[in-house]
């Protein structure tokens, strides 16, 4: 069965840091591009962070290059996302996402999301 954990959102204040995690299962995870997407209130959903599999080669949305590192621990079978310097349109739910090949046939998965609001 194919899970994948979101921990770490919560309410910070403009200027704070968050640090979230998602611990994956079910899959092979070292062979998977990750992601983290966020969604906020009224909006599309939009691809913050991805990290390659091999790689670990890392891009970032424009909104958030110098604010967010993205990261991988293959043998923890976790990706991480630093979020620094946090700005009130940060505030959204942000989830993890694992996209991957198995022969010719693609694979997507998707966490259940944390909130991440961003408030003084």
């Known amino acids: 069965q194919v899970q994948l954990v979101e921990s770490g959102g919560g309410l910070v204040q403009p200027g704070g840091s968050l640090r979230l995690s998602c611990a994956a299962s079910?899959?092979?995870?070292?062979?998977?591009?990750m992601n983290w997407y966020r969604q906020a209130p009224g909006k599309e959903r939009e691809l913050v962070a991805a990290?390659?599999?091999?790689?670990?080669?890392?891009n970032y949305a424009d909104s958030v290059k110098g604010r967010f590192t993205i990261s991988r621990d293959n043998a923890k079978k976790t990706v991480y996302l630093q979020m620094n310097s946090l700005k009130p349109e940060d505030t959204a739910v942000y989830y993890c996402?694992?996209?991957?090949?198995?022969?010719?046939?693609?694979?997507?998965?998707w966490g259940q999301g944390t909130q991440v609001t961003v408030s003084s």
């Open positions: 996402n694992a996209k991957g090949w198995v022969g010719a046939a693609k694979n997507e998965y």
């Open positions: 990290i390659t599999s091999l790689r670990g080669s890392t």
């Open positions: 079910g899959f092979t995870f070292s062979t998977y591009v």
